[in-house]
């Protein structure tokens, strides 16, 4: 995943809030997987901002640390191969 990609979640899973983060179910395969708190910001942002810039202002925020964000984009793009989100063009 490119700091520069805009995502938006598959409009077939749907989330669940949960104290960890949130539950997401698709609805095509009836997969079952868990989103840590700190994916809802991007995977929530309906692709309105690049995971880049969502990851810079969690980072000035003091939310997420600098070190953790080539890990998450490792993360989100497993969630696009498992087709939970894609990146908007």
Known sequence: MRPSDRIRLDPGIALRPERFGALAY???DRQLLFIDRSLLP???S?????VGEIANELVGRGLLEAESVPRLM???EGLRRKGVVHVVV
């Open 42 to 44: 991007f995977v929530g």
């Open 26 to 28: 698709s609805y095509r």
């Open 46 to 50: 309906d692709g309105e901002r690049p």
């Open 74 to 76: 490792a993360v989100l």
